[in-house]
């Protein structure tokens, strides 16, 4: 692991508005730099950088973060990665904890793999200049349309059919035998080495980082004995599994499209790459797994499986549907023309047919796979019961906390398509909900059903409740930790900061929004441990990103004064520097008052329904006296009208 001194030397050094700029160009606005945004397409910037604060807030889509989640999203790279390459930037030596023997055997053997991948990825490409790499491999790369620069970029190339070349030539670097085994780069026979891969093209296979982590292999001759495709085994770096061909090349696009193709085979990324579809990766011929959906949920929710139009690949498209449902993720699928895979059609329509085709064929998923079932199942009824309880158990899988009336939508679509009654759908997703809850929480299924039936009547009413109370709490909730982080350690007066006049004037007081609570209580836990006040550094790069969200979210502000007023009009205004004082106490009013009118409403409808308890409802109107009084005082004590 990387160690923390090792971190807090890549925080300190990193310059927000040196990394970014060297990705989009950024123009001075005021105190901030704008451009545009470079997580999603976008003409007119939204894309704020703070080069004071060290934090970034696009107003289009809603990124926001610091130097360190910056290159997490834009590169695709995990927190210890981003931490590695920022450091490289900044030339400062990474140190890390202290690790076990079998911890560094581990790394040793990683890094020993990566670097023998190197060796016969430049070792395939250098045969394509051979007479037999040009005439066999580079001759097939040819015919499949691939120009030079295709083939420089993927780095594909080619083993010869001499099965002794490969390993001689290893063993002459000095690469171990056992290690290129690992690798599965060669093979050992009666104490002879030989090449796996000979007589065939390579195709290099990339991780986030651009990295060759292993190989696909083809075959170029006829011979029934042997696979058309081989690949790289599991090993300490490669899973099949956990990878996706071109996820390198087309993380970018993925994000900037928020769509990602998938499709079956190398020469169908390759191919789309060429033509100027770079949104595209491959399963590589495995059923498409957890972890491969993960990796796309990182770029983008919106998945469309391109596969040939015939039975397999209706069968192939159908492969992982439920793991992608849970994932929260929108799937649509495409079938090509018969006798088509996307690197022939492509290449046969062109790119601006080839889209059109897509958008014009796009069929939601979950449909889609009940249309086929039903041309299945036709009249016969035993098919027809199973295909109504496979689709309840798809349509179960989704989230409906976030997705409530997009599984609605697809209870009422299904129900139609089925010709049975939409309340039936309904109950039979709602048992298989109920019982999902009882495997994972192995509780009572009568309990469970209690469950399922409160959040069947109360999903939307809660929803509904909790977004109106958070957007009317949001601002003033937002305020007071904006105050804080920023202004905190000041003082108010002689005798107390502006952190402490807060915490005496707000005291515990409950946030509506959880973000804002949660940051409050943990300004002054810090306060309280060290009796430091915690600076806007120690929220913006905090480990729990909650938090750090949070802070971000708060100091974002996305007006500023132009200097025009004084420049073109002669009109001086003061910064919020010189008025800081006066949004302090503007803003902690705001909040009291706010509090105050909560609660006040809180009593009033407890007094609606209190009638036959005489001294009850005294109470509660001598609270409500003082709750009135008290907002009186707040209000003349700052001279301000509450705007209502």
Known sequence: MISRSTIQKVNDAADLLDVVGSFIKLKKRGANYLGNCPFHNEKTPSFTVSASKGIYKCFGCGKAGNVITFVQEHEKLSYPEAITWLAKRYHIEIEETQQSNAEKEQRLVEESLRIVNNFATAYFQENLTTTEGEAIGLSYFRERGFRKETIEKFQLGYCPEAR?????????????????????????????????????????????????????????????????????????????????????????????????????????????????????????????????????????????????????????????????????????????????????????????????????????????????????????????????NEIAETLSKINRLEDFSKQQDYIRRCAQLLQ????????????????????????????????????????????????????????????????????????????????????????DADFVNILWQKTYHEYYQLLDRSLQYPDIKTFTYHDDEMIRSAAIEALYFPYELSENWEVKHQIKTPSREAVYMQEVDNTVIYFLLRKIKATYMELMDELKITHDNLEEEMILQTSLLELKRNEIALLEQFRTVLAR
């Open 164 to 388: 002794e070349d490969l390993p001689a030539k290893a063993l002459e670097k000095g690469y171990q035998k056992d290690l290129l085994i690992k690798a599965g780069l060669v093979y050992e026979r009666n104490n002879q080495l030989g090449a796996i891969y000979a007589g065939r093209v390579t195709f290099p296979i990339h991780n986030q980082s651009g990295r060759v982590i292993g190989f696909g292999a083809r075959i170029l001759k006829s011979n029934e004995k042997s696979p058309k495709y081989i690949n790289t085994p599991e090993n300490e770096i490669y899973s099949k599994s956990r990878t996706l061909y071109g996820l390198y090349f087309a993380k970018n696009a993925l994000s900037k499209l928020n769509e990602c193709l998938l499709v079956e085979g190398y020469t169908d990324v390759i191919s789309l790459h060429q033509t100027g579809i770079e949104n595209v990766v491959a399963s590589s011929g495995t059923s498409l797994t957890e972890e491969q959906l993960k990796l796309i949920k990182r770029f983008t929710g919106n998945l469309t499986i391109l596969y040939d139009g015939d039975a397999a690949g209706i069968k192939a498209a159908l492969r992982g549907l439920d793991m992608a449902i849970e994932q929260g993720m929108n799937v649509h699928v495409v079938l090509l023309p018969d006798n088509h895979d996307p690197d022939s059609y492509v290449q046969s329509v062109g790119l601006e047919k080839f889209n059109e085709f897509i958008a014009k064929n796009k069929k939601d998923i979950i449909v889609f796979k009940l249309e086929v079932s039903l041309k299945e199942a036709q009249n016969d009824t035993v098919k027809k019961t199973i295909l109504i």
């Open 420 to 507: 049975i009654e939409e309340e039936g759908l309904i109950s039979l997703v709602n048992k298989k909900i109920r019982e999902k809850v009882v495997k994972r929480e192995q509780i009572p299924a009568a309990e469970a059903k209690d469950l399922e039936q409160q959040a069947n009547a109360e999903s939307i009413h809660t929803q509904d409740i909790s977004d109106h109370l958070l957007k009317k709490d949001y601002l003033q909730e937002k305020g007071l930790i904006k105050i804080l982080l920023e202004y905190g350690s000041r003082p108010y007066d002689e005798h107390v900061s502006i952190a402490d006049y807060i915490r005496l004037k707000v005291g």
